[in-house]
């Protein structure tokens, strides 16, 4: 078996590509034969406890009895159709789920394959709303920094341009509107001068801006950061104050991880437009939603199109779909919130012994969210051996470790995913240092 893996590894690293990595990537990946449970288990028996729900989408853990149920049941009767022209129970199910816990006045849903393309669908539905109003002057999107919205072209254009991993393509991305990241940070308290800049930034430029876009309440790969529902509420006003379309980017955020099911919920508040994706499939297949009120399809309807310009291939796919229904029910059916609670209480605990580690600038936790932020980036390579010898995974970067453990993580999951994050800024040190 070890042999075996050794030479899966050496036959990956002449043919595939990994996710922001170079080719052949600096540091060989690990191996996995299989995934239960909580666990990931390596083809050389090893078993490591996954403290990153495979990037934020496998809430419910892997190979759960209903999901792999529901799969198994729709790909007896059809596992893909194109949705042009054409409709199916699953997709239409699935968006009645949608719209029935999304917040108030959201009720139609565009389906699309990913996280990013959804964000690509919530900037066109804004532009070709004002197209269809008659002001194609209002092209241009108003964001903040320490944002992260996906990796391609639009998506791109509205991630942080320092922090958002995508500066080299600015000579292509289309000029966006940053305003500073939202302040303060979550539990303090929110007044208006925490508002000021952005609201100058948006009168000044509300001629050309066709929607503010955020990440609710969370902040995640441009920062892993937790700002105020203040913020977020006074955001609310100025869309409405200037009749500006609030796109809600809750692709990480959304079905409970930050505690409540929306990140929009901690603010009571409802955006024009929202996209939900990860955690929407629990982990098992990629698919993602654009939902929007009825105004916004109407306008979008008035356009010269007379339609939404997008249609992705497996847009609506049955099998996504289908499971994306079961994950939803699965979450719904249980007490999720003490779930979280449960948790972010054991989080607390566990990353508590690192605030008073000199390289640590700050410890912070929400909902199902550990972050340790360290005051220099650290070695990603060696931070990952030191997980790997506590038997856990996670996937550190630059100043950030954290996890976003499946919520069907136990407690001892939770203490082993913490010991392990705890030693690893104790332990690994600053290149040269």
Same mark, same amino acid.
């Given at each position: 078996m070890?042999?075996?893996?050794?030479d899966?590894?050496?036959?990956?690293?002449?043919?595939?590509?990994?996710?922001?990595?170079?080719?052949?990537?600096?540091?060989?990946?690990?191996s996995?034969?299989s995934?239960?449970?909580? =666990?990931?288990?390596?083809?050389?028996?090893?078993?490591?406890?996954?403290?990153?729900s495979?990037?934020?989408?496998a809430?419910?853990?892997?190979?759960?009895?209903?999901?792999?149920?529901?799969?198994?049941d729709?790909?007896?009767?059809?596992?893909?159709?194109?949705?042009g022209?054409?409709?199916?129970?699953?997709?239409?199910?699935?968006?009645?789920?949608?719209?029935?816990i999304?917040p108030?006045?959201?009720?139609? /849903?565009f389906?699309?394959?990913?996280?990013?393309?959804?964000?690509?669908?919530?900037?066109?539905?804004?532009?070709?709303?004002?197209?269809? =109003? @008659?002001?194609?002057? =209002?092209?241009?999107?108003?964001?903040?920094?320490?944002?992260?919205? @996906?990796?391609?072209l639009?998506?791109?254009?509205v991630?942080?341009?320092?922090?958002?991993?995508?500066?080299?393509?600015?000579?292509?991305l289309?000029?966006?509107?940053?305003?500073?990241a939202?302040?303060?940070?979550?539990g303090?308290?929110?007044d208006?001068s925490?508002?000021?800049?952005?609201?100058?930034?948006?009168?000044?430029?509300?001629?050309?801006?066709?929607?503010?876009?955020l990440?609710?309440?969370?902040?995640?790969?441009?920062?892993?950061?937790?700002?105020?529902?203040?913020f977020?509420?006074?955001?609310?006003?100025?869309?409405d104050?200037?009749?500006?379309?609030?796109?809600?980017?809750?692709?990480?955020?959304?079905?409970?991880?930050?505690g409540?099911l929306?990140g929009c919920?901690?603010?009571?508040?409802?955006?024009?437009?929202?996209c939900v994706?990860?955690?929407?499939?629990?982990?098992?297949?990629?698919?993602?939603?654009?939902?929007c009120?009825?105004?916004?399809?109407?306008? /979008?309807n008035?356009?010269?199109?007379?339609?939404?310009?997008h249609?992705p291939?497996?847009?609506?796919?049955?099998l996504?779909?289908?499971?994306?229904?079961?994950?939803?029910?699965?979450?719904?059916?249980?007490?999720?919130?003490?779930?979280?609670?449960?948790?972010?209480? =054991?989080?607390?605990?566990?990353?508590?012994?690192?605030?008073?580690?000199?390289?640590?600038a700050?410890?912070?936790?929400?909902?199902?969210?550990?972050?340790?932020e360290?005051?220099?980036?650290?070695?990603m390579?060696?931070?990952?051996?030191?997980?790997?010898?506590? @038997?856990?995974?996670?996937?550190?970067?630059?100043?950030?470790?954290?996890?976003?453990?499946?919520?069907?993580?136990?407690?001892?999951?939770?203490?082993r995913?913490?010991?392990?994050?705890?030693d690893?800024?104790?332990?690994?040190?600053?290149? @040269?240092?």
């Amino acid at each position: 078996m070890m042999d075996e893996s050794r030479d899966l590894v050496a036959r990956d690293r002449t043919v595939v590509w990994h996710p922001y990595a170079s080719m052949p990537a600096s540091m060989a990946p690990l191996s996995i034969q299989s995934a239960h449970g909580t =666990r990931l288990v390596l083809s050389d028996g090893r078993e490591l406890v996954d403290g990153m729900s495979s990037w934020w989408a496998a809430i419910h853990g892997y190979a759960h009895p209903v999901l792999d149920a529901a799969v198994r049941d729709q790909i007896g009767s059809m596992s893909h159709v194109m949705f042009g022209g054409l409709t199916h129970g699953p997709a239409v199910e699935l968006a009645e789920q949608l719209v029935a816990i999304a917040p108030e006045g959201l009720s139609h /849903v565009f389906f699309s394959d990913s996280g990013s393309v959804a964000v690509e669908v919530a900037i066109k539905m804004a532009i070709q709303f004002w197209l269809g =109003r @008659g002001r194609p002057e =209002r092209h241009r999107m108003l964001t903040v920094r320490s944002g992260y919205h @996906g990796d391609t072209l639009a998506a791109m254009s509205v991630c942080d341009p320092a922090t958002g991993m995508h500066h080299m393509f600015s000579a292509l991305l289309p000029q966006q509107f940053f305003a500073p990241a939202p302040t303060p940070e979550f539990g303090a308290t929110f007044d208006d001068s925490n508002i000021a800049e952005f609201r100058d930034l948006l009168i000044a430029n509300r001629q050309e801006i066709a929607a503010v876009i955020l990440e609710p309440i969370v902040q995640g790969a441009g920062g892993m950061r937790f700002y105020a529902p203040g913020f977020l509420s006074a955001v609310r006003s100025l869309c409405d104050e200037h009749d500006i379309l609030l796109i809600a980017d809750e692709i990480a955020t959304g079905f409970g991880r930050s505690g409540m099911l929306f990140g929009c919920d901690h603010a009571g508040v409802s955006p024009d437009i929202m996209c939900v994706g990860k955690a929407m499939t629990g982990g098992y297949l990629s698919m993602a939603a654009t939902l929007c009120t009825p105004e916004v399809a109407r306008s /979008v309807n008035r356009a010269e199109s007379g339609a939404l310009m997008h249609g992705p291939t497996y847009m609506g796919n049955p099998l996504a779909a289908a499971v994306s229904l079961a994950s939803i029910r699965l979450l719904l059916s249980q007490d999720w919130q003490a779930t979280i609670r449960r948790l972010e209480s =054991r989080l607390v605990d566990g990353l508590a012994p690192a605030r008073g580690l000199a390289n640590v600038a700050d410890v912070r936790v929400l909902g199902a969210i550990g972050v340790i932020e360290t005051r220099e980036p650290l070695p990603m390579d060696q931070m990952q051996a030191v997980c790997t010898e506590h @038997g856990v995974w996670l996937r550190p970067f630059g100043r950030l470790v954290y996890s976003m453990p499946p919520y069907i993580s136990t407690d001892d999951d939770v203490d082993r995913i913490c010991a392990a994050m705890v030693d690893t800024v104790s332990r690994v040190t600053v290149t @040269g240092t």
